[in-house]
């Protein structure tokens, strides 16, 4: 008799994220740094192993190295296990054809046999790119309770920004009856998460009809909802209200990382009752110096600061010198900030080396904007940079 799993988990994460510029120059989406001590992936794996689903493929393409080093056998996420666990999927030559991932319905189309091998009732497909807490089990109960096809979590989002989302129009028991993909006009504020939970067979079905239809653009918002939708299938959305944040552009990523300071963060990823999960450990710094301030700020282990940092974060082993400032700003591993400079308003990338005295940014206000520094460069003494400028290679001048 054939071993199985209730649900596995499919997490797309080959995303290139060109809207995080410099950011995503050499890393995929997932793997981009968060909070000091996580990387964006470590929220919904943390969320599946909270939820009891131990079986999750991550779906990587796009500059994988640093996602797939980081999460290794999945031991940081209790994801090391002798049946299930978490597997790298990556595009491979097959039999009839080799190709890169076309779309996320073509993506899941190419790992169905990972997904049969563990023969599962019900298949959740998750994006790499959200930073929220959910219990994916209490999705799982309702799309069993109501006999769906599919569940799609949906969360409820102001008008204004409707037209950026897929949009769900449903009926007072929640069944899906019209699905409008990032419409100019929506009808509701109903916004699809990108988190599905699909009635195993039924998902096969569909992704093979879909994968031979050469007219699709082979996307589940796009091809693959619309077509169960107009087949009858029952579709059903499911209610989110708690904190969710697409970071998928500089600007959302900064407030993301904003929302975890105050004394009552609007998300709290210190809260012991639903944990999240990382390779890497938050602590106090090493050293906070004679004249060294921290105010508002959430430091990981290792950095030395002799300098001030206000309303910041700062990821492992951060250096801020005698007289350099850091406010508003998130700081990613290994960064150095020489003396007398100063950051402000700004996303600075692993192993950047902010030269003395050198200016980034400005302060924050209504009309600048976010100055963001790619991974492993160096400002020169002395230089300025101006107001939402983008950087992937060295300023010297």
Known sequence: MQRKKQCVAMLLAGGQGSRLYALTTNVAKPAVAFGGKYRIIDFPLSNCVNSGIDTVGVLTQYQPLILNEYIGN???????????????????????????????????????????????????????????????????KSHIEKGADCTIAAIDVPMSEASRFGILNTKPDGSIYEFEEKPKQPKSTLASMGIYIF??????????????????????????????????????????????????????????NMDLLGEKPNFDVADKSWKIHSRNPLAPPECIGAEGVVKNSMIAL??????????????????????????DAVVFANSVIKAGA??????????????ANA?????????????????GITVADGVSVASGQKHESNILE
């Open 74 to 140: 999945g031991q940081p996420w209790d994801l090391d296990r002798a049946f299930g666990g978490v597997h790298i999927l990556s595009p491979y030559q097959a039999k009839t054809r080799s190709s890169w991932y076309e779309g996320t319905a073509n993506a899941i189309y190419q790992n169905m046999n990972f997904m049969k091998m563990y023969n599962p009732e019900y298949v959740l497909i998750l994006s790499g790119d959200h930073i929220y807490k959910m219990d994916y089990a209490a999705m799982l």
């Open 199 to 256: 009635t195993a067979e039924k998902l096969y079905k569909y992704l093979e009809a879909d994968e031979a239809n050469p007219n699709s653009s082979k996307d589940f918002g796009k091809d693959v909802l619309p077509a169960m939708l107009n087949a009858g299938e029952k579709m059903f959305s499911y209610l989110f209200d708690g904190y969710w944040k697409d970071v998928g552009t500089i600007s959302s990523l900064w407030e993301a």
């Open 302 to 327: 290792g950095c030395e600061i002799d300098g001030k940092v206000e309303n910041s974060i700062l990821g492992s082993n951060v250096i801020v010198e005698k007289g350099a400032v850091v406010k």
């Open 342 to 355: 100063v950051v402000s308003y700004s996303i600075i990338d692993e192993n950047v080396n902010v030269g």
């Open 359 to 375: 200016k980034i940014g400005v302060e924050k206000s209504d009309t600048a904007e976010i100055v963001v520094l790619g991974r």
